[in-house]
């Protein structure tokens, strides 16, 4: 199974960004991006940006995460 992840880029440098989710950050290539920058968010799969994406859309999709960490916790 794959998964992909939106991401939000905190600097870029050449082809390489630090991107950030849930605090935790990490180096990933944006090579398939033109001019990516710093306060976008990203699709992030297998260490590449593969897509920008809509900031709301990237809200909403976080807001799904952490209801699903918080269901997976409620469960044991």
Known sequence: MCLAVPMKIIAVEGEK???????????????FL?????????????????ERLDPGEAEKTLALFREMELLDKANG
């Open 17 to 31: 960004a630090r991107v950030s989710l849930g605090g935790l950050a990490q180096e990933i290539d944006v090579r």
């Open 34 to 50: 033109s001019n990516p920058r710093p306060g976008e968010y990203v699709i992030v799969h297998a260490g590449f940006a593969i």
